[in-house]
């Protein structure tokens, strides 16, 4: 038996004193998917031009780190490396942006799945599944920083026409992948300094959502959700879609609300909204990422916050009703580890609330035991509970502990080193 084996054996027995099962956390967390935000890998940059050209609305990765992805191929080809050293199988998320054309310029409200096939391609041979995402952000109709909720009819029209087609694209997506596409709506809209008028361009993006979910798509495709923010470079006083707004407009009309860990105030956090928005909405999208100050879009690690999201989803059952995706780009670190540590602090995050034994600390509470809930609570931060994790790694065939950054640094060194 090996070393990763005993101390797993030692701390399975230790977890059974406590009533927790640790094979079947295991085998509930191998069930989890996580969505891959595919723009880690290039920095938000997308395939439409040479040169992408990041405006419209607080889209921005900082840092020069060698080795980004240039086109489709070498992002897909990153994503291969970063999943390889990832335990359980799992989903891309896919920006509009990202769309292969053949050299030929399309426009975004022209955008069809054929654009995206060899996505499609490489999600069925790894057999995953796929979301996606329209991009209100990077193009000239965007760079007064309004899209949906704009003043200009045609470029409204022009959003509105590219928020169907992404419908669409996500559509074909769940169909060829046998899972729903969850498609994200989220937009750069709104003031830089305090605007006179928030009525009206509120009226005018729920005009535009509910133009471009006229079309009732199969549930079995395809889900839309919708995407708040307090606030984004150049929008710093007023956001259209603020988080009232999507709240609402997911209840009324039946949507996801998609729940981004850094798009709230500083010290606000989105665990505790988990178990008060799930009482009036089917399902959510979790973006998670971690805000640092202003910056909502640093690496995930394995904060308070992250295990307490984790905990919000297991001790509430609510694991079937939403979706994890993440969300940040950081160009200052190798980008292929960016994936691998966010991902596996987010699996880890799982991993520790499914260890815990919740329904002892939940008598604990209802008997009005909160001494002994406390002091349970703080002694199961020094459970062994790194031993399931690298017995869960090991069973899934990817690197235990940091090994994994053995073949990041030779991946960087054999592939990432000769993009200079």
């Not at 996606?132 to 760079?143: I, R, T, V």
């Not at 609510?318 to 991902?343: P, Q």
């Amino acid at each position: 038996m090996s070393a990763i084996e005993q101390a797993y054996e030692l701390a399975k027995e230790q977890y059974a004193s406590l009533g927790v099962d640790t094979d079947g956390a295991m085998e509930k967390l191998a069930g989890v998917p996580i969505s891959l935000h595919c723009w880690q890998g290039d920095d938000v940059g997308g395939f439409e031009t040479p040169d992408a050209e990041l405006s419209g609305g607080g889209i921005q990765a900082t840092g020069n780190y060698p080795g980004k992805a240039r086109t489709a191929d070498e992002l897909r080809a990153d994503l291969d490396k970063a999943l390889s050293l990832i335990p359980g199988k799992h989903r891309l998320n896919l920006h509009a942006l990202y769309a292969e054309t053949g050299g030929q310029r399309v426009e975004r409200n022209e955008l069809g799945p054929e654009h995206f096939s060899a996505w499609i391609d490489w999600a069925k041979t790894n057999g995953m599944g796929m979301d996606f995402n329209p991009s209100y952000f990077s193009h000239p109709k965007a760079d007064d920083g309004f899209t949906l909720s704009h003043a200009d009819d045609g470029i409204r029209r022009f959003w509105v026409e590219h928020g169907i087609a992404c419908r669409h694209v996500g559509a074909a997506m769940g169909k060829a992948l046998g899972s729903p596409s969850v498609v994200n709506v989220w937009i750069p809209d709104g003031y830089k300094d305090t605007p006179v008028d928030r009525k009206t361009p509120r009226e005018r993006l729920k005009a535009s959502l509910d133009e471009m979910f006229a079309e009732q798509l199969d549930p079995k495709e395809e889900l839309d959700a919708v995407e708040c923010k307090l606030f984004g470079i150049g929008s710093e006083s007023c956001v259209i879609g603020s988080h009232e707004f999507y709240m609402g407009y997911a209840m009324d009309k039946g949507k996801l609300l998609c729940l981004d860990s850094g798009h709230f105030h500083p010290t606000e956090v989105i665990s505790d909204k988990l178990s008060s928005v799930l009482m009036y909405v089917d399902e959510i999208l979790l973006h998670v990422s971690r805000g640092v100050r202003w910056d909502s879009d640093h690496v995930v690690t394995l904060s308070d916050e992250l295990r307490a999201i984790a905990e919000e989803l297991v001790r509430g059952n609510y694991l079937d009703r939403t979706h994890i995706g993440l969300d940040f780009f950081d160009a200052s670190i190798n980008r292929i580890a960016a994936w691998v540590i966010g991902t596996r602090n987010m699996i880890k995050a799982l991993l520790l609330a499914m260890l815990e034994p919740t329904k002892m600390l939940r008598d604990m509470e209802n008997s009005g035991d909160f001494t002994g809930r406390l002091a349970m609570l703080e002694e199961l931060k020094t459970l062994p509970s790194a031993a399931v994790w690298d017995y869960y790694c090991g069973r899934q065939e990817v690197p235990v502990s940091v090994k994994w950054l053995d073949e990041v640094r030779e991946y960087e060194s054999e592939v990432l080193a000769k993009r200079r």
